[in-house]
C-alpha cells in the first residue's frame, strides 16, 4: 500500500511563488508517473502538470511558461513550483501517482491542498 502526503498549500497574493510538495510512502517498487490536478469551487477535475518516472514532462497551457514539476525518485516526492500565480489558480491541488508495488500498478491520490491567490 502507498500513501501520498501533501505539503505547500497556503494564502498570497497575485504574482506571488509557491511550491507544492508531494511524497509517496510505502511498498514502492517504481514511479510510472507523479501529477497535480486541481478542482476550483463549481469547476471539474483539471490536470495540472504530469511527470513519468523517466523525467518527460506535460503541462495544461493555462500554467505553462510559469509552472515546473519536477520529481525526486530517490526521495519518492513530486514537487510543483508554481510562480506568477493569479486569482484563477486558486484551487485545492490534489497529487496523483500511478505507482508499481510488489504487485500491478496502482492509483493513489493525495488529502489535496488548499491554494488561493488573492487580487
Known amino acids: 500500500q502507498v500513501q501520498l502526503v501533501e505539503s505547500g498549500g497556503g494564502l498570497l497574493q497575485l504574482g506571488g511563488s509557491l511550491r507544492l510538495s508531494c511524497a509517496a510512502f510505502?511498498?514502492?517498487?517504481?514511479?510510472?508517473?507523479m501529477d497535480w490536478y486541481r478542482q476550483a469551487p463549481g469547476k471539474q477535475l483539471e490536470l495540472v502538470a504530469l511527470i513519468t518516472g523517466g523525467g518527460r514532462t506535460n503541462y495544461a497551457d493555462s500554467v505553462k511558461d510559469r509552472f515546473t514539476i519536477s520529481l525526486d525518485n530517490a526521495k519518492n516526492t513530486v514537487y510543483l513550483q508554481m510562480n506568477s500565480l493569479k486569482p484563477e489558480d486558486t484551487a485545492v491541488y490534489y497529487c496523483h501517482a500511478n505507482i508499481k508495488g510488489y504487485y500491478l500498478p496502482s492509483d493513489y491520490w493525495g488529502q489535496g491542498t488548499q491554494v488561493t491567490v488573492s487580487s
Open positions: 510505502g511498498s514502492i517498487v517504481s514511479i510510472n508517473v
